[in-house]
């Protein structure tokens, strides 16, 4: 099953707060994604272009095998 990217696909990093490392990497619609609120406070969201998104996923594809969706 592929996952829709439109123009209310968000594109996302989530970081742990405490060890200040990716733990997540992904994209979903900015519907699923409780308005932009982060509710775990030690996780920080950070927004990505799609773009910077895939480039970064480009960039770290082996790296990133290990915490991406699939």
Do not use: A, P
Not at 36 to 58: A, C, I, P, S
């Amino acid at each position: 099953m592929s996952r829709i990217e439109n123009d209310d696909t968000r594109y996302f990093l989530e970081i742990d707060l405490g060890s200040l490392k990716i733990i997540r990497c992904s994209f979903d619609q900015k519907q699923n994604l409780d308005n932009g609120r982060q509710n775990n406070l030690t996780v920080h969201r950070l927004f990505l272009t799609k773009g910077q998104y895939n480039k970064f996923v480009q960039r770290c594809e082996n790296e990133l095998k290990s915490i991406m969706d699939t």
